[in-house]
C-alpha cells in the first residue's frame, strides 16, 4: 500500500514536538508538506495558508490539523470538500455542533475524519480500562494542575474566547475519564475562574456523575508552579487505582503496572493511517460536551488579571 501522504496545517509547538517525529516513525505515513504563515521545515515543501497548498501544493491525501480549535472548522470542512483525509488535533473544535456537518461531509467524501484525543493513547490508558472492567469504581478525584506559562508560552488563543483556557489540558483528563469508564458520564457543578483580563478560565473545579450517582471530582489549574500534576486517582472495590503522568503510568494493588515512555502520537499516526485505509471516520465527543456542559452549568467567578510574565 502507499505511504499516506499528510500536509501538517499549522506549526507550533504540537506540531514540532510531537507530529513531525511521530510521522517520521510511524509506518505507511509520510510527510510531504507544510502549511504556515510563519514558519516552515527544511526540505518540505511549504505554502502559507491550506488554501494556497490545496491550489498549488504537491499532492497529499491528508491533512492533520494542528492550528487553534477556534480556525479548524473551516480548515476541515475546506480540506474534506477537496477530498483529503482530516485528522483533528484535540479538542475537535471551538463548538461541540460544528463537527457534525464535518462528520456528514466526510462521510458523503468517503473520506476519513478523525477527531484525536492523544491523552487516550498513552501506555496505562487502555490497562486501567481493562482493570476497571472487573471492578465497582466508588468514587474518582482528578487532579490536572499545569504551569501554562511552562507549557504554553505566548500562546494567547488559548485564552481567547474558544480557546477553552484551563480546559485546553484539562480536556485530556475528561477524554481519559470517558475511556476508561464506558457509562456515560456528566457534568453537576462547576465552578470556573475567569481572569478579569482573558476569556477563558485558568482554573476549574467540577463535579460529575453517572446514572448510579458516582461521585467524580476534578481540579483543574493552570498556575501551578514546582511538581506537576496529571492524575486521576480511583477507589474501587479492588483498592484504590491510580492513572498519573497524564496517563503513562497506572498503579493498582500496592504495584506498579505500567510505567511506559510516551507514544501517544505514534499511536494517533497507526490509527489514523488504518481509519483511512477504509475512510471510517472516528468521531467521539463525549470529552467536548462536558466541557460545554461546565461552561453551561458554570458559576463564574472573576480573579485577578493574568499575564504572560508574572
Ligand atoms: P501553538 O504553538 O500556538 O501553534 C498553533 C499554530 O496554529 C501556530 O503556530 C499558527 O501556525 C497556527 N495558528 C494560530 N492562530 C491561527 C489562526 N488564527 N489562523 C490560522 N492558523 C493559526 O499551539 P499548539 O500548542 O501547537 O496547539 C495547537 C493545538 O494542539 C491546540 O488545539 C492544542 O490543544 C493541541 N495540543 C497542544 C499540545 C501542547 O502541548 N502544546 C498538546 C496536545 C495538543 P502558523 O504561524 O504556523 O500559521
Not at 501544493?57 to 470542512?77: F, K, M, N, S
Not at 503496572?257 to 502520537?265: G, H, K, P, S, T
Amino acid at each position: 500500500m502507499s505511504p499516506l501522504r499528510v500536509a501538517i496545517v499549522g506549526f507550533g509547538k504540537i506540531a514540532r514536538d510531537q507530529h513531525v517525529p511521530a510521522i517520521a516513525t510511524t509506518e505507511g505515513v509520510e510527510l510531504v508538506a507544510i502549511a504556515s504563515r510563519n514558519a516552515s521545515l527544511p526540505g518540505v515543501p511549504h505554502a502559507a495558508t491550506l488554501d494556497e497548498l490545496l491550489h498549488d501544493g504537491p499532492e497529499i491525501d491528508a491533512v492533520a490539523l494542528c492550528t487553534p480549535p477556534q480556525v479548524r472548522h473551516a480548515q476541515a470542512a475546506m480540506a474534506l470538500a477537496a477530498g483529503k483525509h482530516v485528522m483533528l488535533e484535540k479538542p475537535p473544535g471551538a463548538t461541540v455542533a460544528e463537527i457534525t456537518p464535518l462528520v456528514t461531509a466526510a462521510r458523503a467524501a468517503q473520506r476519513t475524519l478523525f477527531a484525536t484525543w492523544h491523552s487516550r493513547f498513552a501506555s496505562a490508558v487502555d490497562p486501567a480500562r481493562q482493570l476497571l472492567a472487573g471492578r465497582k469504581v466508588i468514587s474518582v478525584k482528578i487532579t490536572w494542575k499545569e504551569d501554562v506559562r511552562v507549557w504554553h508560552p505566548g500562546q494567547a488563543w488559548i485564552f481567547e474566547a474558544g480557546g477553552l483556557g484551563v480546559f485546553d489540558p484539562g480536556i485530556n483528563a475528561l477524554s481519559i475519564l470517558t475511556r476508561i469508564l464506558p457509562q456515560p458520564l456528566f457534568v453537576t457543578s462547576a465552578d470556573l475562574a475567569f481572569p478579569a483580563n482573558r476569556d477563558a478560565p485558568i482554573a476549574a473545579n467540577l463535579a460529575l456523575s453517572d446514572a448510579e450517582g458516582l461521585k467524580i471530582t476534578a481540579e483543574l489549574d493552570f498556575l501551578q508552579t514546582g511538581p506537576q500534576s496529571w492524575d486521576i486517582d480511583l477507589d474501587t472495590n479492588g483498592g484504590p487505582v491510580t492513572l498519573s503522568m497524564g496517563g503513562a503510568r497506572l498503579r493498582a494493588g500496592g504495584a506498579q503496572l505500567v510505567d511506559a515512555a510516551d507514544a501517544e502520537y505514534a499511536g494517533l499516526y497507526r490509527r489514523f493511517r488504518e481509519l483511512t485505509a477504509t475512510g471510517e471516520s472516528d468521531v467521539d465527543l463525549a470529552p467536548m460536551q462536558l466541557v460545554a456542559d461546565a461552561f453551561l452549568l458554570g458559576r463564574r467567578r472573576t480573579v485577578e488579571p493574568f499575564e504572560d510574565v508574572p
